[in-house]
């Protein structure tokens, strides 16, 4: 998984799994792995919206998509922009997403403001997961 999928889905997954109820959900799919797939990937300018593709989920269940940086040991994310999807009984979604290159980033799922993000100068990527923590992400690159 690239760097930007490892620590949206640690960071992000974590938070939301420590706030999520235990209570038991459809089963992901046996030896399925989530995956998210962005197309366009690279050469994106701001603005423009990518299509987002994901398998491996667990069916029916709603996945929170945005794109988020990694600055030092924070991931802000650009929380004005993220979108909610269910995934179908089988476990995939596909949804648009406006990339930005600059964006007002936050943090958390109370969306603490951090500030100033500039993808042409600090890695980025769409991260995906949902409220049990689980999730997926891929990197994005700007002209």
């Known amino acids: 998984m690239p760097a930007i999928g490892i620590a949206a889905v640690a960071t992000l997954g974590l938070t939301a799994a420590a706030s999520a109820?235990?209570?038991?959900?459809?089963?992901?799919?046996?030896?399925a792995a989530p995956s998210v797939t962005v197309t366009p990937s690279a050469d994106l300018v701001d603005g423009q919206v990518v299509t987002v593709r994901a398998s491996g989920l667990r069916p029916s269940t709603v996945y929170h998509i945005g794109e988020c940086a990694i600055v030092g040991a924070d991931l802000p994310c650009n929380g004005a922009e993220?979108?909610?999807v269910e995934a179908t009984a089988s476990g995939t979604l596909?949804?648009?997403l406006t990339v930005r290159l600059v964006y007002q980033g936050t943090l958390g799922p109370d969306g603490t403001p951090w500030g100033t993000v500039d993808c042409g100068k600090v890695p980025c990527g769409i991260g995906m997961f949902n409220d049990l923590g689980e999730g997926a992400g891929a990197d994005i690159f700007f002209k």
């Open 21 to 31: 109820p235990a209570a038991a959900g459809p089963e992901m799919g046996l030896g």
């Open 94 to 96: 596909s949804t648009n």
């Open 82 to 84: 993220t979108v909610h």
